[in-house]
């Protein structure tokens, strides 16, 4: 496999923090926000099911780290 990642001053393994890739927080924002819908389809379950086992503090972490991304590219 290609490690496109490698070069990047991000970290795709983090969520949150100062190396966090802007990728994996919004991806794991995008979980929380939409893990009702989530949760109902079979295909996206076991992401739902990863989701729901973060502690409300990660889940504080990754919902303020996304919205600070998206504020900082213009976004809402
Ligand atoms: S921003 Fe994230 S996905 Fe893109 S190269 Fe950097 S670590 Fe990888």
Request: glycine share 6%; charged share 20%; net charge positive.
């Amino acid at each position: 496999m290609s490690n496109y990642c490698a070069g990047c001053r991000y970290d795709p393994a983090q969520r949150t923090g100062p190396k966090a890739c802007p990728f994996t927080a919004l991806y794991w924002d995008f979980l929380l926000r939409h893990d009702a819908m989530l949760a109902n389809n079979p295909r996206t379950a076991m992401q739902a099911r990863h989701a729901a086992r973060l502690t409300p503090a990660q889940r504080r972490d990754i919902t303020d780290h996304a919205a600070r991304f998206r504020a900082a590219i213009g976004g809402t």
